[in-house]
């Protein structure tokens, strides 16, 4: 790993949100970070339930796309693959992102495809016609398609591509096609429930895209906490994207029913630390040797 200053994560003590204000691109957010802030702090604040290890929400690799726009890491391709090889190393589930240029998904397919594994593949919110085809793209190493469905508003692709949000009707579409589990991420507005209600997706992602859209204020903790239990009567899994950043952040998760938790920056800064063996080491940060094991759940899917 190179250490010549030129990444642009700051290496906190604390991943929270106060390193990078305002730097997007790069590892902050929109709104002087604020959401990125809440989504960290808030977790305190709302009720845990003391959990066995086994009985923690599984952890899994967020999707990042953008490399060396917003992590300053040397190359583009090398980051999926750098980044694949440190998830496994660690038993983590993986997915994988969207971005402009295709590139970046072709390059995240392309890191699953040489370990033979499976990830969630997470599509950016195009017109159908271009979903349909990245999900043609993705099949082969798909475990699960989502689309992303706040990144329409995301301000790094601003005026790069032509975005949108979708309807219920877009995204039944896009799910019949795709014949696979399929997942709507970025719910975070009450209109979002209308989405997921009408649609009844195998996965629900609550995610503000770690603070990096437009979006209402607030954070993944405060809406899982007021929508968590509407959400899981209709969808399948409910699933939690946003600062989880302690062993009690899991826990509060899986007393709102949350089965997996989504992790994103503090797994790339282990990678930029310590290589292969950063996720592994930020995992038992996490929750302990013994926890690693337990969250990283089933080992990938291989074909």
């Not at 594994?117 to 919110?125: H, L, N, Q, S, Y």
């Amino acid at each position: 790993m190179r250490d010549d200053g030129s990444y642009k994560c700051h290496f906190c003590d604390e991943c929270d949100g106060h390193g990078c204000v305002g730097e997007l691109p790069g590892m902050g957010g929109v709104y002087g970070n604020d959401n990125f802030i809440r989504n960290c702090a808030d977790w305190a604040e709302y009720p845990r339930a003391p959990r066995d290890d086994s009985e923690l929400p599984a952890v899994r690799l967020a999707p990042l796309t953008g490399a060396m726009q917003n992590v300053g890491y040397r190359e583009e391709r090398a980051f999926y693959h750098d980044l694949a090889d440190s998830a496994l190393a660690a038993g983590v589930r993986l997915s994988i992102g969207d971005g402009a240029p295709d590139e970046k998904l072709r390059f995240g397919i392309e890191a699953l495809a040489a370990r033979n594994v499976r990830g969630a593949v997470f599509i950016k919110p195009y017109p159908n016609e271009r979903v349909l085809e990245r999900v043609e793209w993705a099949r082969p190493v798909a475990e699960i398609v989502g689309v992303d469905i706040d990144s329409y508003a995301i301000v790094t692709m601003r005026n790069q591509v032509n975005l949108q949000r979708k309807t219920a009707a877009d995204l039944n579409e896009i799910r019949r096609h795709a014949a696979l589990p399929f997942a709507i991420k970025g719910i975070f507005r009450e209109s979002d429930l209308d989405l997921v209600r009408e649609v009844r997706p195998d996965v629900a992602v609550i995610s503000n895209h770690g603070g990096r859209v437009e979006t209402d204020r607030g954070s993944t903790a405060a809406f899982l906490a007021a929508h968590g239990r509407e959400l899981r009567n209709h969808c399948g899994e409910l699933w939690v994207d946003g600062g989880v950043r302690r062993r009690s952040d899991l826990e509060t998760a899986a007393f709102y029913g949350v089965s997996e938790v989504m992790v994103g920056r503090p797994f790339v800064t282990a990678l930029l630390r310590h290589g292969r063996g950063g996720i592994a080491r930020a995992l038992a940060a996490l929750v302990g040797s013994a926890g690693a094991r337990a969250v990283a759940g089933s080992v990938p899917e291989r074909f």
